[in-house]
């Protein structure tokens, strides 16, 4: 999940837009495009000849998973249950994988045509490598432990083999959601993969379908037209399944969750092929935007209609909007998200998003005698332990091997 970009740079370190613009809309989401190049304005086009990094989104990330980390933290320290201030914190920690969502979209489609700006190929092999070398280790790693653990305790009790395959099986064929949405206990230590099998799906799919949308159609508005034609039938789509089947359907689906993904996309499209942005629009509209999405977290329940009624939409484009501020160079909490702490737990977010749940029910379940400050410090230790110790010696290696460079063709 480290992904890059360029942002667009001017005199003063920020792109700005010349007085001549035109407007390009998507809901709340606008971009004013220059009609005419000014040395105060760059072309992107003409700029991403090469992908860079993103400073600050490490950051996004850190703050989505510890949402996630925080809400499920109780499984192992069952006392914070009786605190009034957990029970009102942790009401949105949901939407941290919304968080991870938009960046996927944005960050595939970002990559994807990125890599074919010059000759116009997509880059099919290096695309698909990059997902697999990113993601397969940390996700092998935590399906063989628990395998191991599994295999040693006896758990579960019933039919440990065939419930450990279940889990294997769905996880590496990126269906888990839906195993998960039928059966909800029979991946209860490892109920996290959900979101990666949602992510996996979209990546399958989602290169094809842009590869037509945007490289093939002879004008890429229509392809833009044709991705938020379907967001918006997406949007009544999940409404109706939470108004029919209730919110747990409208949480696990593929076919209600895919719209943080291509909203996402959305963004990484409009950032590489739109022409000149003015940053400062972004800028300013990044603070209403970080406002909206702390107060969805803090007041919005998984359970509760507003969420699945558009409130989850509204979400997605605020943090969508933090994404480009930070791509753009121009957010005002870009110092925070880049601080040290912060980015490193952004960098070892994948495996703490992995590990958690794992290790808050094994200690659920054998830590039955020991103390609440005991428990804490298993439960919050050895998941940052684990998961630090998976980045610097698996992950981050992996990426940096010459038999990845290889894979990829480089």
Same mark, same amino acid.
């Given at each position: 999940?480290?992904?890059?970009?360029?942002?667009?740079?001017?005199?003063?370190g920020?792109?700005?837009?010349?007085?001549? $613009? +035109?407007?390009?809309?998507?809901?709340?989401?606008?971009?004013?495009?220059?009609?005419?190049?000014?040395?105060? !304005?760059?072309?992107q086009?003409?700029?991403?000849?090469?992908?860079?990094?993103?400073?600050?989104?490490d950051?996004?990330?850190?703050?989505?998973?510890?949402?996630?980390?925080?809400?499920?933290?109780?499984?192992?320290?069952?006392?914070?249950?009786?605190?009034?201030?957990?029970?009102?914190?942790?009401?949105?920690?949901?939407l941290?994988?919304?968080?991870?969502?938009?960046?996927?979209?944005? /960050?595939?489609?970002?990559?994807?045509?990125?890599?074919?700006?010059?000759?116009?190929?997509?880059?099919?092999?290096?695309?698909?490598?990059?997902?697999?070398?990113?993601?397969?280790?940390?996700?092998?790693?935590?399906?063989?432990?628990?395998?191991?653990?599994?295999?040693?305790?006896?758990?579960?009790?019933?039919?440990?083999?065939a419930?450990?395959?279940?889990?294997?099986?769905?996880?590496?064929?990126?269906?888990?959601?839906?195993?998960?949405?039928?059966?909800? =206990? =029979?991946?209860?230590?490892?109920?996290?993969?959900?979101s990666l099998?949602?992510?996996?799906?979209?990546?399958?799919?989602?290169?094809?379908?842009?590869?037509?949308?945007?490289?093939?159609?002879?004008?890429?508005?229509?392809?833009?037209?044709?991705?938020?034609?379907?967001?918006?039938?997406?949007?009544?789509?999940?409404?109706?399944?939470?108004?029919?089947?209730?919110?747990?359907?409208?949480?696990?689906?593929?076919d209600?969750?895919?719209?943080?993904?291509?909203?996402?996309?959305?963004?990484?499209? =409009?950032?590489?092929?739109?022409?000149?942005?003015k940053?400062?629009?972004?800028?300013?509209?990044?603070?209403?935007?970080?406002?909206?999405?702390?107060?969805?977290?803090?007041?919005?329940?998984?359970?509760?209609?507003?969420?699945?009624?558009?409130?989850?939409? /509204?979400?997605?484009?605020?943090?969508?909007?933090?994404?480009?501020?930070?791509?753009?160079?121009?957010?005002?909490?870009?110092?925070?998200?880049?601080?040290?702490?912060?980015?490193?737990?952004?960098?070892?977010?994948?495996?703490?998003?992995?590990?958690?749940?794992?290790?808050?029910?094994?200690?659920?379940?054998?830590?039955?005698? =020991?103390?609440?400050?005991?428990? $804490?410090v298993?439960?919050?230790?050895? !998941?940052?332990?684990? $998961?630090?110790?998976?980045?610097?010696?698996?992950?981050?290696?992996?990426?940096? +091997?010459?038999?990845?460079?290889?894979?990829?063709?480089g």
């Amino acid at each position: 999940m480290v992904d890059s970009t360029t942002p667009c740079e001017a005199s003063n370190g920020y792109s700005v837009a010349s007085s001549s $613009s +035109s407007c390009c809309s998507l809901g709340w989401v606008t971009f004013y495009i220059c009609n005419q190049s000014t040395s105060s !304005c760059i072309s992107q086009r003409e700029a991403m000849t090469q992908l860079k990094r993103i400073d600050g989104l490490d950051g996004v990330r850190a703050f989505a998973v510890m949402l996630v980390f925080i809400s499920h933290v109780y499984i192992g320290i069952p006392i914070l249950l009786g605190q009034t201030w957990y029970r009102v914190f942790t009401r949105g920690g949901y939407l941290g994988v919304n968080g991870f969502f938009v960046m996927s979209g944005f /960050l595939i489609t970002y990559r994807l045509l990125g890599t074919a700006h010059q000759d116009g190929r997509f880059r099919w092999r290096q695309f698909y490598a990059h997902r697999a070398v990113r993601l397969f280790p940390g996700m092998f790693l935590v399906l063989a432990a628990h395998f191991v653990y599994a295999m040693i305790f006896d758990y579960p009790p019933l039919g440990v083999v065939a419930d450990e395959w279940t889990m294997v099986r769905s996880t590496i064929f990126q269906y888990a959601n839906w195993t998960i949405y039928k059966h909800p =206990l =029979l991946l209860i230590d490892n109920v996290s993969l959900w979101s990666l099998s949602i992510e996996g799906q979209f990546y399958v799919l989602w290169p094809a379908v842009a590869y037509v949308i945007f490289q093939k159609t002879k004008k890429p508005i229509f392809g833009l037209l044709i991705l938020a034609t379907g967001i918006t039938l997406l949007i009544f789509h999940r409404a109706f399944v939470f108004n029919d089947l209730g919110w747990y359907a409208a949480y696990l689906r593929s076919d209600t969750r895919v719209e943080s993904l291509l909203l996402g996309a959305i963004g990484g499209f =409009l950032w590489l092929k739109t022409d000149y942005i003015k940053a400062q629009f972004v800028r300013v509209m990044s603070i209403p935007a970080t406002i909206c999405v702390i107060l969805t977290v803090c007041y919005s329940s998984a359970d509760g209609s507003y969420i699945w009624r558009g409130g989850m939409t /509204l979400f997605d484009a605020s943090v969508l909007v933090i994404v480009l501020a930070l791509a753009a160079g121009v957010y005002p909490g870009r110092k925070l998200l880049m601080a040290g702490p912060v980015d490193w737990v952004g960098r070892i977010s994948y495996g703490l998003y992995l590990w958690q749940i794992p290790i808050f029910r094994i200690i659920d379940r054998h830590g039955t005698t =020991l103390s609440s400050g005991m428990r $804490s410090v298993l439960a919050i230790g050895g !998941c940052f332990g684990v $998961s630090t110790l998976s980045w610097y010696a698996l992950e981050r290696p992996v990426m940096k +091997s010459r038999w990845a460079k290889q894979l990829a063709g480089g």
